[in-house]
């Protein structure tokens, strides 16, 4: 099956830094990669993802890598704001999305 | 419009007893995911509903979990004889279909297990 790791788990940046949080996954055949993160007491948002045959994928402060050669993508958070801290996922799926395999989780804190 | 929501918020049983969550997805939404989250853990999956389809039942633990859902709409899981490895955070998940479609998460429901 698959096996996907997350990278750091922890993450501490001052206000204004940016942020990286790298994943990496076994299998070939997965194809969809989401990014959710997590404030406390709630359940995960998706907050970008990417799909096998794109390289990068931006929405504003945010953005996705991914090197399928490798297997492993990367999410980066640009001008980070302390609303940005939180627990974020990556996750990894196939083509029929019946299951998604998920890190461990990053636990980002941004200080003011 | 309503999310996910998910009961009870908090659950707190004696080992050896059984107990029964709920998950209401979001209307019309046809895929539904369980999972669960062990404490500073990531999400493991347990089982996902697609419609009319047979469940995929691969991620569950052991037969003591088992899930079911009704009408294609609400799920419930029910965990019987709780052992204390048992507590965790149990989402839920629904999205419009199983293309990759978005899944939106519930707030998830803390089961302790004394």
């Known amino acids: 099956g698959e096996n996907v790791e997350q990278h750091p788990s922890t993450l501490s940046v001052q206000e204004g830094d940016s942020a990286v949080i790298k994943c990496t996954y076994s299998?070939?055949?997965?194809?969809?990669f989401p990014w959710y993160k997590q404030e406390l007491g709630k359940g995960p948002q998706l907050i970008i993802d990417?799909?096998?045959?794109?390289g990068e994928k931006k929405d504003q402060r945010i953005a996705v890598t991914l090197n399928k050669t490798a297997k492993h993508f990367s999410l980066h958070i640009t001008e980070t704001q302390p609303e940005d801290s939180a627990v974020y996922f990556c996750a990894a799926s196939k083509g029929n999305f019946n299951k998604f395999y998920f890190g461990s989780g990053t636990k980002l804190n941004v200080k003011p | 419009g309503a999310g996910v929501s998910q009961s009870p918020s908090n659950k707190v049983t004696e080992k050896g007893k059984d107990v029964e969550l709920r998950c209401d997805p979001i209307s019309g939404h046809t895929a539904l995911y369980w999972y669960r989250q062990s404490l500073g853990q990531g999400l493991e999956f347990l089982i996902y509903?697609?419609?009319?389809?047979?469940?995929?039942k691969s991620g569950l633990p052991s037969d003591r979990f088992s899930a079911e859902r009704t009408g294609g709409s609400v799920s419930t899981l029910t965990i019987q004889r709780t052992q204390q490895e048992d507590s965790a955070v149990y989402l839920c998940?629904?999205?419009?279909?199983?293309?990759?479609?978005?899944?939106?998460f519930g707030p998830g429901t803390r089961l302790t297990v004394l």
């Open positions: 990417i799909r096998s045959n794109v």
């Open positions: 998940a629904s999205s419009l279909a199983h293309s990759g479609d978005t899944q939106y």
């Open positions: 509903f697609q419609g009319n389809s047979a469940p995929d």
């Open positions: 299998d070939s055949a997965s194809n969809y």
